[in-house]
């Protein structure tokens, strides 16, 4: 969080070392309806378009976010998935794939401001917990993928 930024104002970097090609990381982060499948923490994932659809995310805090997701680049030659975020979450989150050595480095990025009443409400005293959440929520996803990739398997 940038000074000045406002308290429901986030930014997300988390890496991920992974030993899988480039190639097959991306094929399976681009098929965002499979996250559910593998990441615990996003508990469903429902197509609305081609290019939409609407998440429920829920990881350490008994609360869920509802967000509307929408592709804004999806470019498997850079190796960058991108989408645009709304609902209880308004801004983006993107996937940046290259090689790494003999496998692949994974860079997440996301800057969000939340839209819920409630956790706007309690900006002050839930960023902290808020931050720590997705801290969870990101360890997991990461754990989850490594050992889908390390089975063989592209989805579960």
Excluded: C
């Excluded at 081609?50 to 030659?77: H, K, M, N, Q």
């Excluded at 997440?108 to 720590?132: C, G, I």
């Excluded at 997705?134 to 490594?146: I, K, N």
Aim: no cysteine.
């Amino acid at each position: 969080m940038g000074r000045g930024a406002p308290l429901n104002h986030y930014r997300f970097r988390s890496t991920w070392r992974l030993a899988a090609s480039p190639a097959r990381v991306y094929a399976v982060l681009e098929r965002a309806e499979r996250y559910p499948h593998w990441w615990p923490q996003i508990r469903s994932l429902v197509r609305t378009g081609e290019e939409s659809g609407t998440a429920r995310i829920r990881s350490v805090l008994p609360y869920v976010l509802t967000v509307t997701l929408r592709t804004a680049r999806r470019d498997a030659a850079s190796g960058i998935l991108q989408i645009a975020m709304g609902g209880d979450l308004d801004g983006w989150a993107r996937w940046t794939i290259r090689a790494d050595g003999d496998g692949t480095l994974a860079l997440f990025e996301q800057e969000v401001e939340v839209r819920d009443r409630l956790l706007r409400l309690l900006a002050l005293p839930a960023k902290p917990l808020l931050a720590l959440n997705h801290t969870v929520m990101m360890r997991a996803g990461e754990r989850r993928l490594r050992a889908l990739l390390e089975r063989g398997l592209d989805e579960e």
